[in-house]
T-cell receptor, first 109, second 117 residues
């Protein structure tokens, strides 16, 4: 079966750095997305990785290792508004998005 | 660019009635749209994949006669929840894939919160 694993919940301090991991086992791979979702709102796009390595975009970076079936989202200089759920999603061989259950990130002052 | 709208944003209805939710891609063409449902504190659950001009593909466990999907044009898909019941109360989100992008990003609508009394 297809499986995406990410921690259920993480807590971090304002101004700090947090890394949210995602491991996947899917039938084929055509890229990995990270989305941010605030409570009661739809997901918003953060990043897309299809090749190995680190993609940096401002305070957010995303890393991918296809051989390990592993990705992480790195958030720097955390702000209170970063409190949200972070969803990892993999595009499988049929170009369908397989979603992880999401990681709820709690930012404390 | 790549904006997806949904209407209505929220709806409250009586049990047994039907509710139609519209999903529109405003500035791009979308041959494929996706309908998701999300219960509180849970992740997105794909209900069906909607392809323009053809029948939708439903995920296992989703009743196609209860959740009617129509994708009549490249910019509009509709989801009709027929004979709604309280257990259908949920957050319904659509997304659309932009033909013009080289990768497989889905752009999400703002969601529709359905409450069935």
């Amino acid at each position: 079966g297809q499986n995406i694993d990410q921690p259920t919940e993480m807590t971090a301090t304002e101004g700090a750095i947090v890394q949210i991991n995602c491991t996947y086992q899917t039938s084929g791979f055509n890229g990995l997305f990270w989305y941010q979702q605030h409570a009661g709102e739809a997901p918003t796009f953060l990043s897309y990785n299809v090749l190995d390595g680190l993609e940096e975009k401002g305070r957010f970076s995303s890393f991918l290792s296809r051989s390990k079936g592993y990705s992480y989202l790195l958030l720097k200089e955390l702000q209170m508004k970063d409190s949200a759920s972070y969803l990892c999603a993999v595009v499988d061989s049929n170009y369908q998005l397989i979603w992880g259950a999401g990681t709820k990130l709690i930012i404390k002052p | 660019g790549a904006v997806v709208s949904q209407h209505p944003s929220w709806v409250i209805c009586k049990s047994g009635t039907s509710v139609k939710i519209e999903c529109r891609s405003l500035d791009f063409q979308a041959t494929t749209m996706f309908w998701y449902r999300q219960f509180p504190k849970q992740s997105l659950m794909l209900m069906a994949t909607s392809n323009e001009g053809s029948k939708a593909t439903y995920e296992q466990g989703v009743e196609k006669d209860k959740f009617l999907i129509n994708h009549a044009s490249l910019t509009l898909s509709t989801l009709t929840v027929t004979s709604a019941h309280p257990e259908d109360s949920s957050f319904y989100i659509c997304s659309a894939r932009d033909l013009g992008t080289s990768y497989n990003e889905q752009f999400f609508g703002p969601g529709t919160r359905l409450t069935v009394l």
